[in-house]
């Protein structure tokens, strides 16, 4: 068994030691890059289990990541990247939207911030492509069903005539 710890922590020794950031890190700190990263994953697990700052984490999760990503998308000549990064955007807004109203209830769900971080992470995780799941099953039919009445209240709301 320790064999197999042994090896699992020199590859992810492996894996930290590609992230120059990292090695800054321990660097400037003195403390070995695979300390740091375990205690900011048990920090940001105390945060999420906790509740304090939680809703800020995730939302900051949910932000940072797609935010850099649709940046790094606008700029390549890949269009299947910014079609990825626009559907996730689409998700989250209507996840945002749901979440709103539904807030009062969620707030009593046990680990809800952990359930909404591994959403987060199903959409927007190259991998899964989750947000492209949840958008061709669910929200695409839903949304062209419903363009019109959107876009006569937004042209009402914005003075147009369209």
């Known amino acids: 068994m320790s064999d197999q710890i042994k090896?699992?922590?020199d590859k992810c020794k492996a894996d930290l030691d590609k992230v120059?950031?990292?090695?800054?890190?321990e660097e400037s700190t003195g403390v070995d890059k695979l300390y740091l990263v375990t205690g900011a994953v048990v920090l940001f697990m105390f945060?999420?289990?906790?509740?304090?700052?939680a809703g800020f984490l995730v939302n900051l999760m949910g932000f940072?990541?797609?935010a850099y990503q649709s940046f790094r998308a606008i700029e390549s000549p890949d269009t299947k990247d910014d079609t990825q990064w626009l559907v996730y955007w689409v998700v989250y807004s209507a996840f945002s939207i749901v979440?709103?109203?539904?807030?009062?209830?969620l707030a009593w769900i046990p680990f809800y911030f952990s359930f909404k971080i591994a959403f987060l992470?199903?959409?927007?995780?190259?991998?899964?492509?989750?947000?492209?799941?949840?958008?061709?099953?669910f929200l695409r039919d839903f949304l062209k069903?419903?363009?019109s009445a959107i876009n006569t209240?937004?042209?009402?709301?914005?003075?147009?005539?369209d």
């Open 145 to 147: 069903k419903q363009e």
């Open 64 to 66: 940072v990541y797609p």
């Open 99 to 105: 979440e709103t109203f539904s807030d009062v209830v």
């Open 7 to 9: 090896v699992f922590l």
């Open 121 to 137: 992470f199903y959409c927007f995780m190259p991998q899964t492509e989750g947000a492209k799941v949840l958008y061709d099953n």
């Open 47 to 53: 945060i999420l289990y906790s509740g304090f700052g």
């Open 20 to 25: 120059p950031a990292l090695q800054k890190a």
């Open 153 to 161: 209240e937004l042209n009402k709301a914005t003075g147009k005539d």
